[in-house]
């Protein structure tokens, strides 16, 4: 299975700035997700991404968040205001359709200062 | 309200030995049940995925069974070497079969660390 690659593997922004992380390349997969891992916490799921547009999203994913798949292969993930409880290690996920495994990436670690 | 408790929170063990770690869930409806080991600042890797219906499964020195009834899982290591060191988590899939699987409930894993 091809590896799920993300970028940057560390942003260290300033509170109130907007960041992107991407997931890229992607190709041949449907289903897409975000994760994130608070340091010292467990994972939680944020947003899972279908057919390009979201298919369920959690009680994290407020109105600063956003996804979208800008050019039909990167997946990237949109905070807009940054806050320091943001601060964490965000996971893209992706899944083929039909089958349950889902294939993490590496992480984007953003610190919010 | 849907957990997925896992213990020990961590484990010490010695080169070689074996060892099992302990998931218990309390998600409804169940869909499947996997166990994925994340090595530190990586993403989780997938070991095994059992359905309702699978009681065991292997993949290599990794067997993990699954008891539904109880809703009781277990993750057991044989031979450890040093590279098995990671933590070890347990998420549980409370989705429709074949659904988005947005609802995966990750447990806070059990950090295992092997020493020679």
């Known amino acids: 299975e091809p590896e799920v690659t993300q970028t940057p593997s560390h942003q260290v922004t300033q509170m109130g700035q907007e960041v992107i992380l991407r997931c890229v390349p992607i190709s041949n997969h449907l289903y897409f997700y975000w994760y994130r891992q608070i340091l010292g916490q467990k994972v939680e799921f944020l947003v899972s991404?279908?057919?390009?547009?979201?298919?369920?999203k959690s009680e994290i994913f407020d109105d600063q968040f956003s996804v979208e798949r800008p050019d039909g292969s990167n997946f990237t993930l949109k905070i807009r205001s940054t806050k320091l409880e943001d601060s964490a290690m965000y996971f893209c996920a992706k899944r083929t359709s039909g089958k349950d495994e889902q294939y993490f990436g590496p992480g984007t670690r953003l610190t919010v200062t | 309200k849907n957990q997925v408790e896992q213990s020990p929170q961590s484990l010490i063990i010695l080169e070689g030995k074996n060892c099992t770690l302990q998931c218990n869930y309390t998600v409804s409806p169940f869909s499947n049940l996997r166990w994925y080991k994340q090595d530190t600042g990586r993403g989780p890797v997938s070991l095994t995925i059992m359905t309702f219906s699978e009681n065991t499964k292997s993949n290599g020195r990794y067997t993990a069974t699954l008891d539904a009834d109880t809703k009781q899982s277990s993750l057991h290591i044989t031979a450890s070497q040093l590279s098995d060191s990671a933590s070890y988590i347990c998420?549980?899939?409370?989705?429709?079969?074949?659904?988005?699987?947005?609802?995966?409930?990750f447990g806070k894993g059990t950090k295992l660390s092997v020493k020679p």
């Open positions: 998420v549980v899939s409370g989705g429709i079969l074949g659904g988005s699987q947005g609802n995966l409930i």
């Open positions: 991404f279908y057919n390009n547009e979201i298919s369920e």
